[in-house]
């Protein structure tokens, strides 16, 4: 029975033997790649409940008979009243001095310090295992309790390193899930374009080729130039606001864009404008990615984001995610090149299916492998990108805390060494996962390359 | 003879393919150079408000105007702001050709969106001239003591100085309801006194203009777009110059002034670059020197002990962020608890050299300085290169040609050094490309780090005192620099390799 249970799963295992699962029994033996992954799970983790559990807002607390949850509730305060008295207390969850409060039970996050908050009695650079003092509510000097410990130290102002630290991740990990998920939508699609098209392959009717122009002029100025005062106003308000009126920008554009596809289509039957004509897709868009490349990105980086109205984070996302593309669409290109020439896509080519099909459903699954390789890469260079724009304090509000800028706070006190050695630390091991990581999905998806 | 024709026929299509660089060489600077523009002409505030303002600041409202008018003419002047952006704009229908004319950068904004709004120039350009006639009335408006008989003079100069400050905001404000308020504001202002009825008349147009904006209201034009061509331009002047009264353009190495100390850009540059230039060229050729004998030692004891640590080494030090590297180093070796063995910032002492000093004087004097800065500019790519070498030579050690050398019986240094090396070298020219624009975006962390008085750290000072002018000439001189690092080494790979088609 035993044996034959066996038979049956390799059986099993032979029929459905898939790309996929040969790229992960490969990755799973390149044993550093396969450990980074874990790395980078539990970093995921981290950065998921980093505000439950270094935040200075108690996770559970009875105080005067009333049950509060101020880390995980919505709202910010809580009106107690005194049974006795009648008198009402009104308790703000984020200003409120948990760890001098007598309440009956009360239950710390494992790091009981947000990284935004000052503690006056151990400012200055306290260093972690130095002497750290705690001031009770009688005014009583004495040795710090092991819950409230500054177990990375402080800096200048008393803010706790290790929450710094742990909710500097969110900022990391964002960072890289944003703008390369920005690089590789623009990346993917412009590459899929020039590989699949080429030069010769994109065949349209004159008269549609220059009404699609006319009316990508016409999108622009709709959707742009008689929006920019509105567009303008999105961008000094909030992060929110710039999405939606972009949102509502590019959705005038496809609008018209498309009207005028489908015009040039009906100006294409008239007399001579009916003339065939190849688009270069593939030229304009190697162009543009030689253009993009010989950029000095990290100046052109830092000088967008010095002009910025507002200094938000989400803009540096959005920036390096604009301007890091290239590698994922040169990749992609090169792999689309081979898999048009495949049988597969001739086959399907042949049985008439609409070319969109083509890309999205058929070539695209089978060429996304180098693009991942290009993103674990991408998301590293991008963590880096943007902890050096908050080390050097460019574009970065001062009141987010991320791993840059606890680093740079480093650099005023060199005695302060747990400031320095920590976040870069941190930055150091995440590129390096992520780096190790690239490498490994490379080994594995590259069937080539194995020796 | 045949051997010439086919050198001839080389070097002619090598000639071709290095035009072709050229060629989008061109269009990448021209890019650049619109990007840079872009950026400046987007950035906030007011550059003529500002270089008044730092000459002289505070006093009254109205004298405060009256003697900066002149100065703000001549900056305008100056900055070519007083020219139209671009070669051309898209614009609606509803537009005037000559908005640009109107110096000022908030009343330039409120009269576009006023059109915007409306769509009817005609009234709005009634509204805005009766506005200024306004305002200028009231500027020079000064009560006699007759007429301030029965009022308080403070009193009045208050009030006369509240119509002032609402006229002119209401000269920037463009949304209804707070352009409904200051109107009102001033009518009540304007009604208290008796003397101010030639005002009021004045006034009393501006509102009945105001209002006849909102009558003859022709927003449609704004649907309608249209294409304006100017042949003087901001951007044509910021290339090539007004002729040598104020800017030589760019092209003439001329980069405008300075908005934090007011002299050429040129000038700071041209003092600054020398030492940007001198660390990445240094960075690179350190780099090429140490990387090409540890690769290919790897390479060529592939598996052993030496190429196993060798590549970790070198992959952490790829993933090393170099910011924290250059701290790290500097709280070891530049730090007085620790050891004090080199100093912490600058490129020379703070008295600078001696006089009289020779060049290796100099160079003696400065080593010390340079030794952190150059380790930290150069690991990282040393680092790519050895990894690249490495896996290079690897290749190369594979291929039979080798095997057939090393089964002559030729000694192992010499099929390494002589036959492999050679033709492994391609790849590590080839990313040169990679190397160069890295090292020169790399200084603007380093040379801030150990404040090395280089481009760099310029850029960061400038950032830090929104001094566009010089932050668009960095970027555009390190664009430069950078498309020139991708032709060199696109000319050295066409140079090296014969195999090249140059197609």
């Excluded at chain 1, 083509?358 to 695209?364: D, E, P, T, V, Y």
């Excluded at chain 1, 930055?427 to 992520?434: G, N």
Aim: proline residues 4%; aromatic residues 14%; glycine residues 6%.
């Amino acid at each position: 029975m035993e044996e034959l249970k066996k038979d049956i799963s390799i059986e099993e295992s032979k029929a459905d033997f898939s790309f996929r699962k040969y790229a992960w029994t490969q990755f799973k033996k390149n044993k550093p790649a396969y450990y980074s992954y874990k790395v980078l799970v539990f970093l995921a983790i981290i950065a998921i409940i980093a505000p439950f559990i270094a935040t200075d807002q108690p996770l559970y607390c009875k105080y005067k008979g009333v049950n509060m949850f101020p880390a995980f509730s919505f709202s910010n305060n809580c009106e107690i009243k005194d049974p006795a008295t009648g008198a009402i207390e009104n308790i703000q969850y984020d200003i409120a001095d948990w760890k001098h409060m007598e309440a009956e039970t009360i239950i710390f996050a494992p790091i009981a310090y947000s990284p935004n908050k000052t503690d006056y009695d151990n400012a200055d650079y306290v260093s972690p295992g130095g002497k750290q003092i705690f001031i009770t509510a009688e005014g009583e000097e004495m040795e710090i309790p092991a819950k409230f410990r500054h177990w990375l130290g402080t800096n200048k102002a008393g803010e706790d390193v290790l929450s710094g630290l742990i909710n500097g991740t969110r900022v990391s990990l964002t960072i890289g899930i944003l703008s390369m998920g920005i690089a590789s939508l623009i990346g993917i699609l412009l590459g899929a374009m020039a590989g699949y098209f080429g030069d010769k392959k994109l065949q349209t009717t004159r008269g549609s080729f220059w009404t699609f122009i006319i009316g990508l002029f016409f999108a622009f100025y709709y959707a742009f130039i008689m929006r920019s005062f509105e567009l303008a106003d999105g961008f000094a308000t909030s992060s929110l606001s710039i999405l939606i009126q972009l949102f509502i920008s590019i959705f005038i554009f496809t609008l018209i864009s498309f009207v005028f596809y489908w015009l040039g289509k009906l100006v294409g039957k008239i007399g001579f404008l009916s003339h065939k004509v190849f688009i270069p897709v593939d030229s304009i868009i190697s162009r543009a990615i030689e253009i993009l490349i010989s950029m000095p990105l990290l100046i052109l980086i830092i000088s967008v984001a010095a002009i910025a109205k507002e200094k938000s984070i989400v803009n540096i996302m959005i920036i390096i995610g604009l301007t890091s593309w290239t590698g994922i669409a040169r990749l992609t290109r090169a792999e689309f090149l081979r898999i048009s020439n495949l049988e597969y896509i001739q086959a399907a080519k042949s049985m008439g299916f609409k070319e969109f099909r083509i890309i999205f459903k058929h070539a695209l699954p089978n060429a996304l492998a180098p693009a991942l390789v290009a993103i674990a890469f991408g998301v590293a260079s991008a963590i880096l990108t943007e902890s050096a724009l908050s080390f050097l304090g460019v574009g970065v509000p001062p009141t987010t805390v991320t791993w840059g800028s606890l680093l740079n706070a480093g650099r005023e006190q060199f005695s302060a060494w747990w400031l320095v050695v920590f976040p870069g630390l941190a930055i150091f091991v995440t590129v390096t996962i992520y780096n190790l990581l690239g490498e490994g999905l490379r080994d594995a998806l590259d069937p080539r390359l194995k020796k | 003879m045949q051997k010439q024709c086919i050198l001839c026929g080389k070097i002619s299509r090598m000639f071709r393919y290095i035009l072709k660089r050229i060629f989008i060489f061109i269009p990448t600077l021209i890019i650049i150079t619109l990007l840079g523009f872009l950026i400046s002409i987007n950035a906030p505030g007011d550059p003529v408000e500002r270089m008044v303002s730092s000459a002289q600041s505070g006093g009254e409202v109205g004298t405060q105007s009256v003697s900066q008018m002149k100065d703000k003419l001549f900056w305008r002047k100056k900055l070519g702001l007083d020219l139209p952006v671009f070669y051309f704009s898209v614009t609606s229908y509803a537009y005037p050709d000559t908005l640009y004319k109107i110096g000022d950068k908030p009343e330039r904004e409120a009269l576009s969106r006023l059109i915007s709004n409306h769509g009817n120039w005609n009234a709005i350009e009634q509204y805005h001239n009766s506005l200024i006639r306004f305002c200028d009335a009231q500027l020079f408006f000064r009560p006699d003591t007759n007429q301030l008989k029965g009022y308080e003079t403070n009193k009045v100069i208050e009030d006369l100085n509240q119509i002032k400050f609402e006229a002119l905001s209401l000269k920037a404000s463009y949304e209804e309801v707070l352009m409904q308020a200051k109107i009102d504001k001033i009518q009540t202002i304007l009604s208290k006194y008796s003397f101010l009825n030639d005002s009021k008349r004045l006034f009393d147009q501006v509102v009945s203009d105001h209002q006849n904006i909102k009558n003859t209201e022709s927003k449609w034009k704004n649907y309608i777009p249209k294409i304006a061509f100017y042949k003087n331009n901001q951007y044509h002047r910021w290339l090539f110059g007004d002729g040598g009264e104020f800017s030589k353009g760019i092209i003439r190495g001329d980069f405008g002034t300075s908005y934090v100390t007011k002299q050429p850009i040129s000038e700071v540059i041209y003092s600054k670059i020398g030492w940007s230039l001198f660390f990445t060229l240094l960075s690179v050729i350190l780099a090429y020197f140490v990387s090409i004998p540890i690769g290919v030692k790897a390479a060529a004891n592939r598996g052993s002990r030496f190429d196993k640590s060798s590549s970790i080494v070198l992959f952490m030090l790829y993933s090393m962020p170099s910011f924290w590297l250059a701290t790290l180093l500097l709280m070891t070796f530049a730090n007085p608890d620790v050891f004090h063995w080199l100093p912490a910032s600058g490129v020379k002492p703070a008295t600078g050299y001696p006089e009289g000093a020779g060049l290796f004087e100099k160079i003696k004097i400065s080593f010390p300085y340079i030794i952190l800065p150059a380790i930290c500019y150069t690991y990282s790519s040393f680092a790519f290169l050895s990894r690249t070498m490495r896996v290079s030579m690897i290749e190369i050690v594979g291929q039979d040609y080798i095997r057939t050398a090393k089964a002559k019986g030729l000694p192992e240094n010499k099929v390494i050094w002589k036959h492999a090396f050679r033709n492994s070298l391609l790849p590590i020219i080839t990313v040169f490309a990679n190397i160069f624009p890295a090292a020169i975006g790399g200084s603007v962390i380093l040379e801030s780090i150990f404040t090395i008085p280089g481009m760099g750290s310029e850029a960061i000072f400038a950032i830090q005192n929104n001094n566009y002018p010089m932050i668009i000439a960095i970027l555009t001189i390190t664009g430069f620099l950078t498309l020139v690092g991708y032709l060199i080494s696109d000319i050295l790979y066409a140079l090296v390799d014969p195999r090249i088609s140059y197609k």
